[in-house]
C-alpha cells in the first residue's frame, strides 16, 4: 500500500509565474489536507478536502491560492502569480475519515522555491 | 484559540541516554488528540505517538512515551535509551475537529 505521494518533491518558479503541486492520497484515503512549512517554523494548516469538496480554507490565503480534489485524480494546490514569500516546504496528508482520531498521514511534501 | 507551545527550539542527548521534550497547549475543547511527529532531514513527516484526551493512561511506543498531564495541559516525550536515527525535529501536535495545529519544533541531536 504505498504511502502518499507529493510531487514534484521540488519546484522552481520565477516571480510571478503559477505553481502546481499534487497530492495522491493513501488507497482509501478521501480526505486531505494541506499544510505549509515555512523555513524555522512548524506546520501550519491550510485547506482540508473531501472528494469535490472543499470542507475547511480557513488557514489558506484569500488571494492566489487555490485548492481542489476532484473525483478522479490527485488533489492540486495552485498558487498563481507566486511571490519570494511564497517559498516554503508544501506538506500533503490523507486520512480515511474526518474524524480527528484518524492519524493523518503525510507526504515527502514538496519544496517551493520561488527566485 | 488552540496554541501549541514547544519551549525548546533545540535539545540534544548522549547516545543510550534518555531524553524528555516538552510540550504544552491551549484549547477549551474537553475531546481531543495529542500528537509527537519526527521529521528527519528527508523532510518526511513521520508519526512517533499519540494520545487521546480521554484516556488517562500514557501512550508507549517501544522507546517513545509520554507524560500526559490533562489538567496541566503539559504533552512531553520521553525517547530512551537514544539512538542516532532519532536525531530529527520534533513537532507536537493538538487536532481537534477538522485541524492540526503544530508547534514550532524541538530538534534533537544525538552525540555519539
Known amino acids: 500500500n504505498a504511502g502518499v505521494m507529493q510531487n514534484p518533491r521540488h519546484l522552481v518558479r520565477r516571480r510571478g509565474q503559477e505553481a502546481r503541486l499534487r497530492c495522491s492520497p493513501m488507497k482509501g484515503h478521501s480526505h486531505v489536507y494541506w499544510y505549509r512549512q515555512l523555513p524555522e517554523e512548524g506546520l501550519k494548516f491550510m485547506v482540508y478536502?473531501?472528494?469535490?469538496?472543499?470542507?475547511?480554507e480557513s488557514g489558506m490565503p484569500k488571494e492566489r491560492f487555490s485548492a481542489e480534489f476532484p473525483k478522479e485524480g490527485p488533489s492540486i494546490l495552485r498558487i498563481q502569480q507566486v511571490v519570494r514569500g511564497d517559498s516554503a516546504a508544501y506538506f500533503c496528508?490523507?486520512?480515511?475519515?474526518?474524524?480527528?482520531?484518524?492519524?493523518?498521514?503525510f507526504g515527502p511534501g514538496t519544496r517551493l522555491t520561488v527566485l | 484559540a488552540q496554541t501549541v507551545t514547544q519551549s525548546q527550539p533545540e535539545m540534544s542527548v548522549q547516545e543510550a541516554e534518555t531524553v524528555t521534550l516538552s510540550c504544552t497547549y491551549d484549547t477549551s475543547e474537553s475531546d481531543y488528540y495529542l500528537f509527537w511527529y519526527k521529521q528527519p532531514p528527508s523532510r518526511q513527516m513521520i508519526l512517533v505517538i499519540r494520545?487521546?484526551?480521554?484516556?488517562?493512561q500514557n501512550a508507549t511506543e517501544n522507546r517513545f512515551s509520554v507524560n500526559f498531564q490533562k489538567a496541566a495541559k503539559s504533552f512531553s516525550l520521553k525517547i530512551s535509551d537514544s539512538q542516532l536515527g532519532d536525531a530529527a525535529m520534533y513537532f507536537c501536535a493538538y487536532a481537534a475537529g477538522n485541524q492540526f495545529y503544530f508547534g514550532t519544533g524541538t530538534s534533537l541531536t544525538v552525540i555519539p
Open positions: 478536502l473531501q472528494k469535490e469538496n472543499i470542507i475547511d
Open positions: 496528508a490523507s486520512s480515511p475519515s474526518a474524524r480527528v482520531t484518524d492519524t493523518q498521514y
Open positions: 494520545q487521546e484526551a480521554y484516556k488517562q
